[in-house]
Nanobody
Framework: QVQLVESGGGLVQTGGPLRLSCAASGRSFSDYVMGWYRQAPGKEREFVSTTQWSSGTTYYADSAKGRFTISRDNAKTTVYLQMNSLKPEDTDVYYC?????????????????????WGQGTQVTVSS
């Protein structure tokens, strides 16, 4: 059974960094695409970034380019989202997601309903 567990959220000041982690278990993820999403109260989940596990190929939403970096640690089966230069508008619950996919499709899966597995989310609050 696939499980995704996010951690690393918290309170950070504007301009500060934060690194989120997503510990994945239950199967091999070498042929999977891992995604990060975020959601504010009353709004739809917003795509942030994806990576294809075995190739390391990445894709970012425009709002994340230049400030966020997605990466993975094969030994720990963990996906990270390094967030720098955080802004108050980055305040959201951040979710990790997973679905089958190859390096050539990493940019294709940006819609919430395309992912099969989700974590419980971790709250990020950026104070102004």
């Amino acid at each position: 059974q696939v499980q995704l567990v996010e951690s690393g959220g918290g309170l950070v000041q504007t301009g500060g960094p934060l690194r989120l982690s997503c510990a994945a278990s239950g199967r091999s993820f070498s042929d999977y695409v891992m995604g990060w999403y975020r959601q504010a109260p009353g709004k739809e989940r917003e795509f942030v970034s994806t990576t294809q596990w075995s190739s390391g190929t990445t894709y970012y939403a425009d709002s994340a380019k230049g400030r966020f970096t997605i990466s993975r640690d094969n030994a720990k089966t963990t996906v990270y989202l390094q967030m720098n230069s955080l802004k108050p508008e980055d305040t959201d619950v951040y979710y990790c997601a997973a679905r089958p996919g190859t390096y050539s499709t990493v940019h294709s899966f940006t819609r919430e309903n395309e992912y099969h597995y989700w974590g419980q989310g971790t709250q990020v609050t950026v104070s102004s």
